[in-house]
């Protein structure tokens, strides 16, 4: 099964920061990427997918980076509503689908 | 638009059964590979299983053998029929669907907002 690594687990930040997260597979997963943001309470949302395929009712300035096996997702102009939990997932062929372990934002 | 709604949580006991229903709108659970995805108190988010539009199912390690995913196409619903559950399901359950599919390197795009399903003697 493809293992994700996301780092770091949690990061202390400000509004009107640059974060980066960052997710390594175990393995080569092309783009098959994809990054969730998850709230207390609320449905996961996809931010990102196929690694920096963007939607357009997500805000610009999450933007999703790389192939292969390492993947970044940067927030740029931290807002107060971006404060959440994220998540990357990998969809590379067959399941397991596995989730990274997450990196809380605070 | 795609909506999903779970039902079905509640309290089992260990060792118990539950089947958790997913009824989905906007779009037929026969057209889009449909998932369920748990988060368990202060842990992450857990793939479990997916039942692809041929019928192709796929489980977690951690819940094979002891989960099962199945579709009804007459009524758009999905269900996660779980058995021998043990403390640790204890979670919230997401039904979620790829509606985009490939054009979307198969994200998961529509999500419920969860029901609870507690282990507990």
């Known amino acids: 099964d493809i293992q994700l690594t996301q780092s770091p687990s949690s990061l202390s930040a400000f509004v009107g920061d640059t974060v980066t997260i960052s997710c390594r597979a175990s393995q080569t997963i092309g783009t098959y990427l994809h990054w969730y943001q998850v709230k207390p309470g609320r449905a996961p949302k996809v931010l990102i997918y196929g690694a920096s395929g963007f939607l357009r009712e997500v805000p610009s300035r999450f933007i999703g980076r790389g192939s292969g096996t390492d993947f970044t997702l940067t927030i740029s102009d931290l807002q107060p509503d971006d404060f959440a939990t994220y998540y990357c997932q990998h969809t590379y062929r067959t399941p397991p689908w596995t989730f990274g372990q997450g990196t809380q934002v605070e | 638009e795609v909506q999903l709604v779970e039902s079905g949580g509640g309290l089992v006991q260990p060792g118990g059964s539950l089947t958790l229903s997913c009824d989905a709108s906007?779009?037929?659970?026969?057209?889009?590979?449909m998932n369920w995805v748990r988060q368990a108190p202060g842990k992450g988010l857990e793939w479990l299983s997916v039942?692809?539009?041929?019928?192709?199912?796929f489980s977690a390690d951690s819940v094979k053998g002891r989960f099962a995913i199945s579709r009804l196409n007459s009524q758009n619903r999905v269900h996660l029929q779980m058995s021998r559950l043990r403390v640790d399901d204890t979670a919230v359950y997401f039904c979620?669907?790829?509606?985009?599919?490939?054009?979307?390197?198969?994200?998961?795009?529509?999500w419920g907002q969860g029901t609870t399903v507690t282990v507990s003697s």
């Open positions: 039942i692809y539009p041929n019928g192709d199912t």
């Open positions: 979620t669907a790829m509606t985009a599919g490939r054009d979307h390197f198969y994200s998961l795009d529509v």
């Open positions: 906007g779009s037929s659970v026969r057209s889009n590979y």
